[in-house]
């Protein structure tokens, strides 16, 4: 029996794996969600596939790491990580990352749980939306538009609504699984 997927999915292995053991699954581990967070902003102008296929190398420079020692980089030690192709290299979103790292301690610091507070921007449930086909879903929403313009005030980098809202679908803010995909 063939496993019906998203349209979007392609035949991809990473992209497989990608769909059917992580997007749109509901996630709650800090870590994961500050990785998720950061690793959206990386895809601004480029394909997800592009992302996912660097995520290894990110993970050993960037989310392996605790956050206070992500927020503690420089500047020299972010321009050195430039020479590593298996990263986008793109100065502007390797500092994003870092700062979003200060950003998200600081946010800590105010609301002990980011999680719960994140979560709280859906009411800490996943609307089950009704998407035909893939291109159907939004770019972005209303709720996008609020947690990117709350984040940004609070200092995050790389966190516009439309980045904002494929950060919440990829970790279970919304269900943006097509009808007919069997992870719906």
């Not at 749109?24 to 994961?32: C, F, L, N, T, V």
């Not at 105010?110 to 800490?124: C, K, Y």
């Amino acid at each position: 029996m063939t496993i019906q997927r998203c349209g979007w999915c392609s035949s991809d292995p990473l992209y497989i794996a990608y769909h059917d053991e992580e997007w749109g699954k509901p996630e709650h581990d800090e870590a994961r969600l500050f990785e998720m967070l950061c690793l959206e902003g990386q895809q601004a102008g480029l394909s997800w596939i592009t992302v996912l296929k660097k995520r290894e190398s990110y993970r050993a420079h960037f989310f392996q790491y605790p956050i206070t020692q992500i927020a503690a980089l420089s500047d020299d030690q972010l321009e050195n990580k430039l020479s590593d192709s298996g990263l986008i290299r793109h100065l502007g979103k390797l500092k994003a990352i870092r700062d979003n790292a200060i950003a998200w301690q600081q946010l800590k610091n105010e609301v002990g749980d980011v999680s719960h507070w994140l979560w709280a921007f859906v009411d800490h449930q996943t609307p089950n939306n009704d998407v035909i086909h893939y291109r159907d879903a939004p770019a972005q929403t209303e709720i996008s538009q609020k947690l990117s313009k709350t984040l940004k005030k609070r200092g995050f980098k790389f966190v516009g609504p439309t980045t904002c809202y494929a950060f919440m679908q990829a970790v279970g803010m919304v269900n943006d699984h097509e009808n007919h995909c069997h992870f719906k």
